[in-house]
């Protein structure tokens, strides 16, 4: 017998979807905004910033990129409890993905930095700039202005890594249609909804990087 899709029965699920909408925005706008700024910071240590301090901040980096994203989760949620730092599964997804996306928008930034021409730092320092000052107000604008096309990919491939995040009980999209699929067996519908719905936030995210870029820089404007 052939399978009859049947949307209208997740229609009494309707809420416990759009709850998945609002902790994945959640998850992605508190995940995107402090994982960015830890970016700045370790791109900022590792290019100009103590040297004491370079080694711990590359071996950071270098352990987050090369391993799972799920394994960075269980650590933070499992791990840490049994040194005495409990958290809620929020709480676990924020720090873990912040964590995560520290790591890849460091070397993301780090590229734009060392892309930058000497001849602006030398000008930074001829007006008698700090190196923290020249960072700030020569270096890190023009630098986000080159990657920040990457950047808004990076962070929306963080948010369709929130998925994970079900694991734990967060309930997100994925938990939604792994909750209802689990009630009403109609896998193949709630799995379809969860992609549309995945689809569309990253369109929306897309079209706010895409926003935000021409207003953080408005004499170039940021195309994707």
Do not use: H
Not at 18 to 30: D, N, P, R, Y
Not at 50 to 66: G, M
Not at 89 to 107: D, F, P, S, T
């Amino acid at each position: 017998m052939a399978y009859s899709l049947d949307f209208g029965a997740l229609a009494e699920y309707a809420p416990i979807f759009a709850k998945g909408v609002a902790v994945t925005s959640e998850l992605t706008l508190v995940g995107g905004v402090l994982g960015v700024g830890l970016g700045i910071l370790c791109a900022w240590v590792r290019t100009d910033g103590p040297k004491a301090l370079r080694p711990i901040v590359s071996l950071y980096v270098e352990v987050i990129r090369n391993t799972p994203f799920l394994i960075q989760l269980f650590f933070i949620f499992f791990g840490l409890p049994s040194i005495g730092v409990s958290l809620t599964e929020m709480q676990a997804a924020i720090l873990a993905m912040v964590v995560n996306l520290g790591a890849y928008a460091a070397e993301i930034i780090r590229a734009g930095i060392e892309a930058t021409p000497r001849g602006q730092f030398e000008a930074g320092a001829s007006l008698a700039m700090t190196r923290l000052q020249i960072f700030r107000n020569v270096v890190l604008v023009p630098a986000l202005q080159r990657i920040w096309p990457a950047l808004s990919s990076q962070i929306i491939i963080v948010m369709f890594g929130s998925a994970v995040c079900s694991q734990i009980a967060v309930e997100d999209i994925t938990f939604a249609a792994n909750f209802i699929q689990s009630r009403n067996f109609r896998a193949f519908e709630a799995y379809i909804v969860a992609t549309v719905l995945y689809l569309i936030l990253a369109l929306i995210l897309r079209q706010i990087m895409r926003s935000l870029g021409t207003i953080i820089f408005p004499r170039r404007r940021v195309v994707r």
